[in-house]
């Protein structure tokens, strides 16, 4: 039995490199410091949907075939595409992605990632507004006011409150973890007065006093580090937090331009925006300019709802007032392990983050033309490569019909419901698990990505399966060549 340390976690965008996996011949038994996300990938990797040998369709059944038949059939169908689309990207390595993007350019085809269906809209405005912000570890040594904004992390990114923000022990800002445990004991306690009043006849109830809600749950706090949570509904993270803003739906523009106006200090002629009294964002306002350092975390309750990426606009403008007065910075919340990672490597590489052309021969970027959704809605792919995703349970019913009409090849370790609509299947290893790499955590901080046990056997890494295929599309085109010359 074997323990392996400082483990990254290929889960969500908060990359814990701190989880201790237990391992018993060559496989994982126990998962330590993980979430319960974590622990399910962690030990229900090599569960029953796991795929272990290429698979091929004929004669309308998927089919166990050779690695070399699937690989040549793979690289004949991108060979003979004229517009291939190259979707996924952001649960693989780094380096499987940049192979993936040397493909694209090869063939002349189109490479997105899933940033195009939940936080593109925010990186037009960054590109558009700029973006002041900072990495997890500064946030969690000096943030003492927290905000969530369109966000549940208790839910989507479990260990991210625990480790970078409100239960984080930091070296300027203490934990909040014993004050929310004392006002989770006292609003127990509070329920259990309440229901056992319930149960008591009306003729016998005694007069039971109760404490004020406001014992139990504050507005805001005048000492130590502030939790705010923004939403639509109370969600976990909300009850978690010392203040809790609900805003109606489709309306956080109107709530977000308010607060700029408050924040430099113009009149309002309204006493109510978006459902929210002006009274309470006031002194949202008034606690975000008086604090030493505050970051806002956004998540796609703002980037898809309405408003989409002028809602991170007015967020990144309220952002750039706030820091006339004060220090403050402002973060998406990725969700996809590698997300930022696919961002970055699709940048480094030609100049955008994502939706890139490579038709004409060279990158272009407009998304809305060059986007996944946009070109099979239009119907112009004529074949696909889909790494590490799902985009048949995901994607728009009429988008879907276009990508499953055509050739479709899927890299994937598990079936799932694209890879059942896939022409040809090729499993691949888990990163993170059976094969090394580099991710970006949500703050764009590369992080290695451990190979803890082997593989099934013949079953390759994302990156070369990608480097194979490459490889025997440039046999065929250079034979093409030599056939026509």
């Known amino acids: 039995m074997t323990i392996v340390k400082a483990v990254t976690c290929p889960v969500c965008g908060c990359l814990c490199d701190d989880v201790e996996l237990t391992i018993e011949n060559g496989r994982i038994v126990d998962v330590g410091k993980g979430c319960a996300m974590s622990e399910s990938k962690f030990l229900s990797y090599n569960g029953e949907h796991r795929i272990l ?20 059939k793979a690289a004949e169908i991108l060979a ?44 037009l405005s960054i590109q558009e507004v700029g973006i002041a912000s900072c990495t997890l570890g500064q946030v969690r040594h000096r943030a003492d006011v927290v905000v969530y904004w369109g966000s549940d992390p208790w839910s989507s ?57 406001k014992e139990f749950c504050p507005e805001i706090p005048k000492q130590g580090r502030k939790l705010v949570v923004v939403d639509v509904r109370r969600t976990k993270t909300a009850e978690a937090a010392d203040y809790f803003m609900q805003v109606m739906p489709n309306s956080d523009y109107e709530l977000l331009e308010t607060l700029r106006a408050i924040v430099r200090e113009q009149d309002l002629d309204v006493t109510e925006v978006a459902g929210v009294p002006v009274s309470q964002l006031e002194e949202l306002a008034e606690l975000m300019i008086s604090c030493s350092f505050g970051v806002l975390f956004f998540g796609l309750g703002l980037t898809m709802s309405r408003g989409k990426m002028r809602n991170v606009d007015a967020a990144l403008s309220l952002i750039r007032d706030l820091n006339v007065r004060t220090k403050f910075m402002i973060m998406p919340m990725r969700g996809h392990f590698n997300v930022s990672g696919a961002d970055t490597v699709f940048t480094w590489q030609t100049g955008y983050p994502y939706a890139v052309d490579f038709s004409l021969g060279y990158p272009r970027y407009n998304p809305g033309e060059t986007s996944t959704v946009d070109i099979l809605m239009r119907r112009e792919s ?74 099934p056997h013949g079953v390759l890494s ?8 490459l490889s025997e599309v440039r046999k065929i085109r250079q034979n093409k060549k030599e056939a026509e010359a």
């Not at 040998?53 to 040549?72: D, F, T, W």
């Not at 994302?462 to 295929?469: F, T």
């Open 462 to 469: 994302d990156e070369e399966i990608l480097k194979q295929i």
């Open 157 to 213: 990114h479990p260990r991210h409150i625990e480790r970078y923000t409100s239960f984080s022990e930091g070296r300027f800002e203490r934990s909040e973890w014993k004050d929310y445990v004392k006002k989770t004991k006292a609003l127990t306690n509070k329920k259990k007065l309440e229901s056992a009043r319930r149960r008591i006849p009306v003729e016998e109830k005694p007069t039971l006093t109760l404490p004020s809600r």
């Open 382 to 455: 004529d074949a696909a490569l889909i790494v590490a995703s799902d985009p048949v349970s995901s994607l728009p019913r009429k988008a879907v019909e276009h990508l499953v009409k055509n050739p479709l090849i899927v890299i994937d370790p598990h079936m799932n419901a694209t890879a059942m609509m896939a022409d040809i299947v090729f499993p691949s290893a888990l990163v993170g698990i059976e094969a090394e790499g580099t991710a970006y955590r949500m703050d764009h901080v590369p992080l290695p990505l451990k190979k803890i046990v082997e593989p």
């Open 53 to 72: 040998k290429p698979l091929m369709r004929k004669k309308g059944e998927l089919v166990e075939g050779s690695p070399g038949e699937a690989l040549h």
């Open 80 to 123: 003979a595409a004229n517009y291939p689309l190259l979707y996924g990207w952001s649960s693989t390595s780094c380096e499987a992605t940049r192979v993936g993007i040397e493909l694209t350019e090869e063939i002349g085809g189109v490479i997105d990632n899933t940033s195009t269906v939940c936080h593109g809209p925010s990186t």
